[in-house]
């Protein structure tokens, strides 16, 4: 019913940026929050960022903050994550979700979009 998207991950060298996308797709698409999430081999997947769909307010692990940007296009239906400063740390697959209501998980997911950062 909802489909989410990943765009613009790749290969970067330490310390620079990568904006990443996430499409958000389906006509009764309504999400409350929306965020990222990374996995890097061999561990187990962690949070990164989120955003509120309405109220705009933002959260971040504590990993990223200070770097990492979340925001959202309502009208497009996107998600965005600005990376800055990247370290080879970050190297993961990311992912975008959507979580319909306050008390639920995260029930829609997109298939992963790879970062890579070279030292």
């Known amino acids: 019913q909802v489909q989410l998207v990943e765009s613009g991950g790749g290969l970067v060298q330490a310390g620079g940026s990568l904006t990443l996308s996430c499409a958000a797709s389906?006509?009764?698409?309504?999400?409350?929050?929306m965020g990222w999430f990374r996995q890097a081999p061999g561990k187990e997947r962690e949070f990164v960022a989120a955003?509120?769909?309405?109220?705009?307010?933002?959260y971040y692990a504590d990993s990223v903050k200070g770097r990492f940007t979340i925001s959202r296009d309502n009208a497009k239906n996107t998600l965005y994550l600005q990376m800055n400063s990247l370290k080879p740390e970050d190297t993961a697959m990311y992912y975008c979700?959507?979580?319909?209501?306050?008390?639920?998980?995260?029930?829609?997911w997109g298939q992963g979009t790879q970062v890579t950062v070279s030292s």
């Open positions: 979700a959507s979580k319909t209501t306050i008390a639920g998980s995260y029930d829609y």
């Open positions: 389906g006509r009764t698409f309504r999400a409350y929050t």
């Open positions: 955003i509120r769909w309405i109220a705009d307010n933002t």
